[in-house]
């Protein structure tokens, strides 16, 4: 009698949670977290829902956007005070237009988080910005710092390979962060806005992540968890749940995210497990 064939086991897929941002503020929605204690009350309630990682920017006194090792420190403090190993904690390089790369790789160094988000477009814009870009990676690289590329276009996904190819990031893969979308006004994504970044001819990363615009977040990265690829949510990007309701907290957005993976067969990742898989990708 012939056995019959299992089905593999489908990889868990780790949610992430981007809780604030650096443009949005309380004026924009009462419950968005801006100080460490926010952070931290925000880090629990999200992992509660679902998430293995907090993606965090942090703010100055007038609550514009900050890169500050000291600010960083705090914010990360709380948060592992709140939840200990129990999430990734993952700071921001971004500019948001205020910082120049060279203060961006700065406060990287300063701060030597646990992971590190990077826009590829900010801190390598130019042929001439490269060798300065390598010799970070490398410092990156001997301080076991997780980084991951934000690519907010299919080009970039091509260009990062170039520079993986060239050795200007000196690892076999790196993970990736897909922006389905820009902050643009009325900026709303959609879940075939993923497709061009997976399609014949791409670069394929070993583990590849989707944030999304508006209130069609749930259903973009749905489609992301489907298909192989891990999730982001939260304020930064998108305020509402998928009926259009104002979502009350970030764990909202979470807790839907979660709800419909599961419902679709697929099993949740723990931080533990985001570590492994991102040391796997980096080694």
């Known amino acids: 009698m012939q056995a019959e064939a299992t089905e593999a086991e489908p ?7 981007a809780p604030n941002g650096g443009r949005r503020t309380k004026a924009d929605h009462p419950a968005l977290p801006m100080t460490p204690d926010e952070l931290a009350r925000t880090a629990s309630e999200c992992l509660a829902a679902g998430a293995c990682m907090i993606h965090i920017h942090v703010r100055n006194d007038e609550g514009r956007h900050l890169l500050d090792a000291d600010a960083y ?13 129990r999430l ?36 390598v814009p130019d042929e001439a ?7 970070f990676m490398r410092w990156i690289q ?35 962060l897909y922006a389905l979308g820009r ?45 192989g690829g891990h999730v982001r949510v939260g ?14 907290t970030n764990a909202d957005l979470v807790d839907r ?8 067969g697929m099993r949740l990742a723990d931080a533990d497990m985001l570590r492994q898989a991102w040391k796997s990708c980096l080694s």
Not at 235 to 244: A, H, K
């Open 257 to 264: 995210a979660a709800q419909a993976l599961r419902t679709c």
């Open 183 to 227: 902050y643009t006004v009325a900026q709303t994504s959609s879940p075939s806005d993923l497709l061009p970044y997976i399609g014949p001819g791409m670069p394929a990363f070993p583990h590849w992540m989707v944030c999304a615009f508006g209130r069609r977040e749930a259903a973009c990265v749905t489609a992301a968890g489907l298909l």
């Open 88 to 123: 990734v904690v993952q700071i921001t390089s971004e500019t948001m237009g205020f910082y120049r790369p060279e203060e961006q790789m700065a406060v990287v160094r300063e701060t030597n988080p646990e992971a590190v988000s990077l826009a590829l477009r900010e801190l």
């Open 142 to 176: 001997r301080e076991r710092i997780a980084p991951q590329f934000i690519l907010y276009a299919p080009e970039e996904a091509i260009r990062l390979a170039a520079l993986l190819k060239r050795g200007v990031v000196p690892f076999d893969s790196v993970p990736v």
């Open 235 to 248: 304020f930064e990007n998108n305020l509402d749940l998928p009926d259009g309701a104002r979502a009350e």
């Open 73 to 85: 420190r705090q914010a990360s403090a709380a948060i592992r005070q709140a939840v200990g190993e």
């Open 129 to 135: 910005s490269e060798p300065a870009f390598a010799e």
């Open 11 to 17: 990889t868990p897929v780790s949610i992430a949670v």
